[in-house]
């Protein structure tokens, strides 16, 4: 098992891709193999509009709408919550960096405090199978197929383009996410696993890649 040798060496971790795609699921597990906290800055915003704070109170709208909240907000709630003990030896970011000037924001953060990402995993489903989750869930006032079109929208135009940024710095490790859950979570933890880590090479080869 590789937890041991992760726990030890702690993890940190992107998990990147569209709305839906299953990344709060498999960050939960994952979060717990690597012993690192899962940190989704939706579940943040989501429970700062619950409490009525003042960021919760500015964000509402933006979220409500599928718009992003901007840069310069989202940099001041990662920066707090990544300087918590409980991230000093790691994480699993979920929703965080959602462009490029917060992929940006991030380097600058792990560089102030001489670290470095682990690795940055891609889940990716197909935008038809993604609506008909969310339509399926259809949980909150959010989930109209209007809101979620412009999630997928915005994902797209803004967020797509961190797979190339990641790529080309040699951290992206891609998931079929268009699989049942626990084939899914299988294909995830078989990156990390064998105590290897989530060493570039080691784990292209362990993924078929
Ligand atoms: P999520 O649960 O990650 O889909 O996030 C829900 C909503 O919170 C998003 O649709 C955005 O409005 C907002 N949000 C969460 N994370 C970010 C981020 N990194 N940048 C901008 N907005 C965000």
């Keep these: ?3 041991a040798a992760s726990r030890s060496r702690g993890a940190r971790v992107v998990l990147l891709g569209p709305p839906g795609a299953g990344k709060g699921t498999q960050g939960q597990v994952l979060c717990q193999h690597l012993g690192v906290p899962a940190i989704s800055t939706g579940d943040m915003l989501r429970e700062a509009v619950a409490e009525g704070t003042p960021l919760g109170n500015k964000v509402q709208g933006i ?3 599928g718009a992003l909240v901007d840069d310069a907000t989202m940099a001041d ?20 960096p959602r462009t490029l000037p917060q992929a940006e924001t991030l380097a600058g953060i792990l560089r102030d405090a001489a670290q470095e990402l682990d690795a ?8 038809d199978e993604l609506v008909r989750r969310a339509l399926l869930r259809g949980r909150g006032p959010n989930d109209t197929e ?5 999630r997928l929208r915005v994902y797209r135009e803004k967020t797509a ?9 040699g951290l992206l490790r891609e998931i079929d996410g268009n699989r049942p859950i626990e084939d899914v979570t299988a294909g995830m933890l078989g990156l990390f696993g064998a105590g290897q880590g989530v060493n570039p090479g080691v784990d292209r080869e362990a993924a078929g890649a």
Aim: charged fraction near 35%; proline fraction near 6%; avoid cysteine.
């Design 1 to 3: 098992m590789a937890d």
């Design 63 to 65: 979220m409500a709408s």
């Design 77 to 96: 709630v990662v920066r707090e919550r990544l300087a918590k003990p409980d991230a000093r030896r790691g994480y699993l970011l979920d929703g965080y």
């Design 120 to 127: 940055v995993l891609l889940v990716d489903v197909p935008e």
């Design 146 to 150: 209007e809101v979620i079109r412009e």
């Design 161 to 169: 383009p961190l797979i190339g940024y990641y790529r080309e710095r």
